[in-house]
């Protein structure tokens, strides 16, 4: 299974993920949410939570997050936040929550409107491999559709999901979902998470490589250490040109709306305040910046309908208690705050 190196990680991020532990996860996070980890995630902004004074792509940071709110088993905070990622992200953490849920029909929705994704190809393979000996019939059927269309196959996977998820598997093949279910995330995860920070992938599993060869490297270079250049004559000083002037920093945030999706850029100041879409008037908040942590507790929170995904704004004293959607009509339970 691929695992995450929270040491290559900022210590926020690390820390949402330690919560988990190390064992492997259960089948249904949401049955055993953290509420320190819950906890964390409401108290830091992207600043803090990225260790980074200016995030670039807030679709990204916004992604990032929900995915360590459903790792973290906060479903409907999750689902909330990734209304806000980019596109196949987003679609991709909807599916993986709705799964989760039991919602097999939405999830397949979401999985729908994802034509392929880069994580799909190592996916596949790694769970051809970990399903070669198994003598399940569901999840050889499993095996044998992602042999033939070589590639992953979401569709496929809820249904194997949903078999374990209502108990028609033995635990060694339950083991194995989650083991599965477990591979999926730390890849979509790390794949986010690397190009939200920059991180040349390539150039990780290069420097992984290499560890095992770096003592051997270092004694055979101090058999073989080439002859020192020539110390530069003091009498032709070096030429004393000024240092480059640093790149500007973009100010801007680029959000789309909720409920349309319509993008707008605004000003980085502008972070954690309310603002109303143009196009279709809904009011909803800018992601991150410092707002929240610098202004005390918050006095709304913001929660999306189960059934529409319409994101509403609600007072902090409506947690725990039954709202209806002024989109659908839909009634649904805002989520209970977790004790710090």
Known sequence: MVEIDLSKLTPNVAEVL????TNLPPLIWSDHALPQANALLEELPDDKLFSTPQVTDAGLATGVRALLYLRSGWSAEALMYAMMAS???REYICGMGERGLGHADRAKNHFQKIIDHDVFGVLSKLTQGLLKNSMDKRLTRLAGILEVHGNWEPYAFIDVFEEAR????????EHTVRVIQSTEFNLLFLHSYQQLMKVDAKKVEEEQAERHAAPRKRISSKKHRPPSSPTPS????ASKEPPPAPKPVSKDVRVGCPKCKNLKI?????RGEKTRCEKCQVVFAIPGGKTAASTGPSTSVRVACPKCRMAGSYPVSKRGCKVQCAKCSAHFN???RSAA
């Open 266 to 270: 605004y000003p980085a100041s502008q």
């Open 18 to 21: 330690r919560l988990r532990g």
């Open 166 to 173: 209502t108990g028609q598997m033995s635990s060694a093949s």
């Open 234 to 237: 003091r009498s032709a000083p």
């Open 87 to 89: 596109e196949d992200l």
């Open 334 to 336: 805002i989520p209970k």
